[in-house]
């Protein structure tokens, strides 16, 4: 049986590395978001997600009427729980 964790209890808040300054973390992360659409577009997928230091990013396609498009989320400094 999971033991599934319980929030906030059971989470830890991500730590960044200090070496990281905000400026360099901002380009990673628009690296990052473009690697994502462009996988996403590849494999045709609806969402897709990545995590590092204490960054969250979840990109959603979202289909709307005739139109779709991605939305995208960057979560800094979020909590994180592990599922074994």
């Known amino acids: 049986m999971m033991n599934i964790p319980k929030y906030p209890v059971d989470f830890n808040d991500s730590v960044r590395n200090k070496k990281t300054t905000e400026e360099d973390l901002n380009h990673k992360i628009n690296l ?3 690697s994502m659409i462009e996988f996403m577009n590849t494999n045709n997928t609806n969402n897709h997600s990545v ?3 204490d960054v969250l990013i979840i990109i959603d396609r979202i289909y709307e009427d005739d139109d779709s498009y991605f939305e995208i989320s960057v979560a800094k400094q979020h909590s994180r729980g ?3």
């Open 51 to 53: 995590a590092f230091e």
């Open 82 to 84: 592990i599922v074994r």
């Open 32 to 34: 990052e978001v473009e």
